[in-house]
Nanobody, 113 residues
Framework: QVQFVESGGGLVQPGGSLRLSCTAS????????VGWYRQAPGKQRELVAAIFSDGKTNYADSVKGRFTISRDNGKNTVYLQMNSLKPEDTGVYYCNLVSGGHWGKGTLVTVSS
């Protein structure tokens, strides 16, 4: 079963940027369709961006134009570049297969002045 380890979260001021990383176990990473999800305080977990094995990407309307998802198959890693961060982007960010799987611990992003 593939497992993911997220990193790169932290405290950032509104308008700032962060880059999250997610490294996966498994030898067929290039075939995975991977999503970045976030769970804001008191809210359900939501999909914010996904990248597919063919390189295509999808974004939630709330992050379009601000977030960019990318992948490096040689490093078994998916990235989430987050720019123009807003307080409402605060939450724990996780990555996982788009089709579902084991959830890791996530990485906390706090956007606050």
């Amino acid at each position: 079963q593939v497992q993911f380890v997220e990193s790169g979260g932290g405290l950032v001021q509104p308008g700032g940027s962060l880059r999250l990383s997610c490294t996966a176990s498994g030898s067929i990473f290039s075939f995975y369709n991977v999503g970045w999800y976030r769970q804001a305080p008191g809210k359900q977990r939501e999909l914010v961006a996904a990248i597919f094995s063919d390189g295509k990407t999808n974004y939630a309307d709330s992050v379009k134009g601000r977030f960019t998802i990318s992948r490096d198959n040689g490093k078994n890693t998916v990235y989430l570049q987050m720019n123009s961060l807003k307080p409402e982007d605060t939450g724990v960010y996780y990555c996982n297969l788009v089709s579902g799987g084991h959830w890791g611990k996530g990485t906390l992003v706090t956007v606050s002045s």
